[in-house]
């Protein structure tokens, strides 16, 4: 294999180098062909459910061949719910294809709560024997974007709460082994997120698996906007890749492309278009826009979900011009922290993490959610981004090497964003956080901005049992007091009905006495492949507490 980076061909976040797996397939003449099964379940009108499968076959021996595939169904524990099969010709040096489609009764549905998984393996027969073989993971789940209400999971209206990840990670770059991709995506799990969109290319398809199996939904997005015949292939390269999956549910053409607003970008859109839809007609198409809307020709014309990035203010507008398109935020927010500073201090190349301080095209996290939250027609948001991310370090150039953006920050580790988000996407269990820290020597008595991040009615706010003030919450803009500055304890209590349901307290911290490793997990395979993180916390002096953890590490 050889790798021949240049200089023009892009952004770079996807690195340069090796750093995915990569295989040797070593197969018999007859074959099933690369990425060749299509097998992506479908719900009748009836409400009867199917799976068809088409299999392209290939043959590179002298003479034609005779063959079929054996499809078998398997549930989630194992059992095979049914098994058919279908001959197929194979001409010498062409593409052969068998087709056959499985009923499915009554299937358990995949949705980001419950990500059902079943298996289908297909099998290449010839004289009785299989010759080769595919196993695939699929998912019963119908998508439907409507204009007015947004986005719907299985006939229920679901509003996305995603995140933009670039495919670097602290101590690794962008060979990040499989199981710290789990790690980051249980963590935005953790932050109630329940769509990714990865940009700006093809991420590892053990990636995918990672969201098939925990629940997560993808926007799968195009790398290059061109239509020249070997862009084009490598579009249907993507498509014919990740068609079967559960998790993604769009395929993006492009982001922010310089023609998106003319003739031109309307006619590549509609011809990238119709290349996936040839592929798979079962997901829309969109496209991530941040110019060009009204335009009397544009690409939004073109796609089946308009993407907006950076256009809050123009929602309303473009929804009362276009009332038939449906509309996501693909990309919003840009909103600049550091992790646990609370004083921004420019020449030190550190901002603020109070939410207050976005880039110029960009909003504050919060202002971002409530133009996405407060409009049905809007399918949901993109927050640019769930992680830190190397290159970009706006608002500043080097020293510093890496974003400002992220809920979490290069190693995972959540800013004041990941729990103001929680609180905003996460309804059934009462949560209460509350910054920043009650470390402030030398400022006594003056006051300190202090913000509860809850979902909760009413936060009642107590400075060493001295009531502070109580405040109903707004969700969107979170409540916040001034307090002056007194070591000792800050603590907070949520209410619900009237009803203490949570509460959250910082106190000022004693000198540091211990240092606390915590691994992720308490068991790691022996195969020179797994990672995990290692946390380690300060422990304080009785009277005190350990907040934030300091430093991270992938552990071998």
């Known amino acids: 294999m050889r ?8 952004w770079w976040y996807e690195g340069a180098g090796l750093y995915r797996h990569v295989w ?21 009108a009836d409400g009867s459910w199917s799976v068809p499968v088409t299999a392209t076959l290939d043959n590179i021996g002298k003479i034609p061949a005779e063959a079929s595939i054996e499809v078998s169904l398997i549930d989630l524990d194992g059992r095979t719910i049914a098994t058919q099969t279908a001959l197929a010709h194979l001409p010498s040096l062409k593409p052969g294809t068998a087709t056959l489609t499985i009923p499915v009764p009554a299937p358990r549905l995949w949705s980001i709560d419950t990500p059902t998984l079943y298996t289908l393996r297909t099998r290449l027969m010839r004289g009785g024997k299989a010759v080769d073989e595919r196993t695939l993971r699929i998912g019963f789940r ?15 209206p679901l509003k996305i709460k995603g995140t933009c990840n670039h495919q670097d990670h ?27 969109r990865f940009a700006h290319s093809a991420i590892a398809t053990e990636v995918l698996d990672a969201c098939d199996r925990l629940g997560f939904l993808v926007m799968s997005e195009n790398r290059n906007f061109n239509t020249s015949p070997d862009y084009i292939d490598q579009l249907e390269w993507l498509v014919r890749r990740d068609r079967n999956r559960p998790s993604v549910f769009m395929w993006s053409v492009f982001n922010e492309e310089p023609m998106q607003g003319t003739p031109a970008g309307y006619e590549m859109v509609r011809r990238m278009s119709v290349a996936v839809k040839a592929l798979d007609d079962s997901r829309p198409v969109t496209a991530a826009m941040n110019s060009g809307m009204f335009a009397p020709v544009n690409v939004s014309q073109a796609v089946d979900v308009v993407g907006f990035n950076y256009q809050r203010d123009q929602y309303d507008r473009f929804h009362a011009a276009n009332p038939t398109l449906p509309l996501t ?10 992790r646990g500073a609370w004083e921004t201090d420019r ?14 095209w960009g909003s504050t996290h919060r202002e971002g959610w409530k133009s996405v939250a407060e409009r049905p027609f809007v399918a949901g948001t993109f927050v640019w981004t769930g992680f830190d991310y190397h290159g970009e370090p706006t608002p500043f150039e080097w020293p510093s090497a890496g974003s400002y953006f992220g809920i979490m920050d290069l ?8 729990y103001l988000h929680r609180a905003q996407w996460i309804d059934d269990v009462p949560l209460l956080d509350l910054m920043p820290h009650w470390n402030w020597p030398g400022r006594e008595g003056q006051a300190v901005k202090v913000m509860a991040l809850t979902n909760v009615e009413s936060v009642r706010l107590m400075l060493n049992g001295g009531l502070i003030g109580e405040q109903k919450v707004d969700r969107y803009t979170m409540p916040s007091w001034q307090v002056p500055y007194a070591p000792g304890r800050l603590e907070a209590i949520g209410y619900r009905g009237g009803r203490e349901v949570a509460r959250s307290v910082v106190e000022t911290t004693g000198a540091a006495v211990a240092l606390r490793i915590t691994p992720d997990r308490r068991a790691m395979a022996a195969d020179g492949e797994d990672v995990q993180p290692i946390r380690s916390t300060r422990s304080m002096r009785a009277d005190g507490m350990s907040r934030p953890p300091i430093s991270t590490s992938p552990s071998r």
């Open 3 to 10: 790798v021949d980076a240049q200089t023009m061909e892009g």
């Open 24 to 44: 040797l397939a070593k197969r018999d003449a007859t074959y099933i062909a690369t990425d060749g099964i299509h097998a992506d379940p479908r719900r009748a």
């Open 142 to 156: 119908t998508l439907r974007f409507d204009a007015a209400t947004g986005f719907h999971l299985n006939d229920r």
């Open 170 to 196: 602290a101590g690794v770059g962008v060979a990040v082994p499989d199981a710290l991709w789990d790690w980051r995506l249980r963590r935005l799990k953790d932050l109630g997120c329940n769509a990714i």
């Open 329 to 338: 935020s693909s990309e919003d927010t840009s909103s600049f922290m550091t």
């Open 347 to 360: 020449a030190a190349h550190v901002m603020a993490s109070y939410d207050e301080e976005p880039a110029d």
């Open 411 to 418: 190693c995972g580790f959540p800013k004041m964003a990941f």
